[in-house]
């Protein structure tokens, strides 16, 4: 058995008879490992107080290609975020991401991507600069980016052309011009390509153009939200949540527990 030594973020962790703990770990250059705690909760134990969600770690363990559980060996607190905790809104909000990229990691695939994007959207949350929602859904669309399901925002999905606003009423809750937009079709479409996706079976909708627009802004970190109103904010929020539900095919538990 090989001893494999990385830095780790806890996803998930189960009772293993009366003592032991397993866990699920996103690693930075292993990918996803599920390893036994032997006596974790055990007075005495090393893991004592180690291994918990949320806190970046370096573990040690006796990798084996024929086993389903490692063995972990060492474990050791390399960053402890208790801030997270202490406010209810982080605190779901922490679980969101980390519900997600439970989701997206897979064993023996290494992601440095997704291990990077989940530690610095803790790490924002640990800061407490920057709203748990808007934190949540930059992490989304960062996360679409890394499992290259990225929406087009500015140009057509299908052809790579301009996609102007598209004529139609204005929504009294989202004012202002409105684009064809189609989660299947892989994002916004300009006239001709909408009407090709709709005659092909897609489902073709609209969206504000300025919803795409301060989508592209939180591209780059929940720090673009500081002046996003909270309504924009909740209309990109609604717009992140349902092209990854479209794609992931799934509804994450702990979406409804976070609050708006």
């Not at 090393?46 to 490692?70: K, M, Q």
């Not at 598209?166 to 994002?187: H, I, K, L, M």
Request: charged share 25%.
């Amino acid at each position: 058995m090989a001893i494999v030594r990385d830095r780790a973020l806890i996803l998930r962790r189960y009772p293993f008879s009366e003592s032991s703990l397993v866990v699920h770990a996103c690693t930075r250059d292993r990918g996803r490992v599920h390893l036994l705690a032997k006596g974790a909760y055990r007075p005495t134990s090393r893991y004592c107080g180690v291994l918990d969600l949320l806190d970046s770690l370096e573990i040690e363990w006796a990798e084996s290609p024929h086993r389903e559980l490692s063995n972990l060996r060492a474990g050791s607190i390399l960053l402890r975020r208790r801030a997270i905790p202490d406010d209810l809104g982080r605190w779901l909000a922490a679980n969101q991401v980390l519900e997600l990229a439970d989701l997206a990691s897979r064993p023996a695939h290494p992601d440095r991507p997704l291990f990077e994007l989940l530690e610095s959207s803790l790490d924002d949350l640990q800061a407490g600069s920057s709203r748990p929602e808007a934190v949540v859904v930059a992490f989304e669309l960062a996360y679409l980016d890394v499992l290259g399901l990225s929406p087009a925002l500015v140009e057509c999905a299908a052809c790579g052309g301009p996609a102007p606003p598209v004529p139609t009423a204005s929504s009294p809750a989202a004012p202002g011009p409105r684009v064809a937009f189609s989660a299947g079709a892989g994002g916004r479409l300009c006239r001709a390509c909408a009407d090709e996706a709709r005659a092909s079976g897609r489902r073709v909708g609209t969206l504000p153009l300025e919803t795409l627009e301060d989508a592209l802004g939180l591209r780059g970190g929940a720090s673009a939200a500081a002046a996003l109103p909270a309504e924009r904010l909740a209309r990109v929020r609604e717009f992140a949540d349902r092209f990854l539900d479209y794609h992931l095919e799934t509804r994450p538990r702990t979406r409804a527990r976070v609050p708006a």
